[in-house]
């Protein structure tokens, strides 16, 4: 059960965007930006209010891959593994990250709700292989002393 005050919330941005059915997709992009993902039960609140079939309103949020439904931590790490970052030895960076973290394929974010690790195919900035972004921010050219050195820094920020 959720507190109260994300259904105020998400009152509130309801209120922000009008409760044509077109705004469902802004409606939940702010919740997730509001608390790094979109809790489900506020997908269900939100599809009611807007009089959008609740597995329709699911759908919609599933297609979009951005949205997620469990909760990221604060630094969202994604480590390329596209082929250009691959070849320039991706995995090492992701293992390493994965130790610092004490992270693993099947545990993506740390229990203190610090940092959330994911992989993606591509960021689009091949040349500057090996990539990883934090929060959308680019970090080229990356080695795994480098990404835990970043990691102790985030720590420290
Ligand atoms: S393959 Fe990593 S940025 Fe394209």
Not at 19 to 25: E, V
Not at 30 to 55: C, F, H, M
Not at 74 to 84: F, M, N, R, S
Not at 105 to 123: G, P, Q
């Amino acid at each position: 059960m959720l507190e109260q005050s994300y259904y105020d919330k998400a009152d509130e941005i309801i209120a922000e965007h009008g409760k044509q059915q077109a705004a469902l997709i802004p409606i939940i992009q702010d919740i997730q930006s509001e608390y790094r993902y979109l809790p489900p039960e506020l997908l269900s609140y939100v599809a009611e209010k807007l009089g959008i079939n609740e597995a329709k309103a699911y759908s919609v949020a599933t297609f979009y891959e951005n949205f997620s439904f469990e909760p990221k931590g604060k630094y969202i790490i994604k480590v390329c593994d596209g082929t250009a970052c691959h070849v320039r030895k991706s995995i090492p960076i992701l293992e390493r990250l994965y130790s610092e973290l004490g992270l693993s394929h099947e545990k993506a974010t740390t229990d203190d709700m610090m940092f959330t690790l994911e992989t993606v195919s591509c960021l689009g900035a091949c040349g500057l292989a090996p990539v990883l972004t934090v929060n959308d921010k680019v970090y080229p050219a990356m080695t795994p002393d480098a990404a835990a050195e970043l990691i102790r820094e985030l720590r420290g920020a």
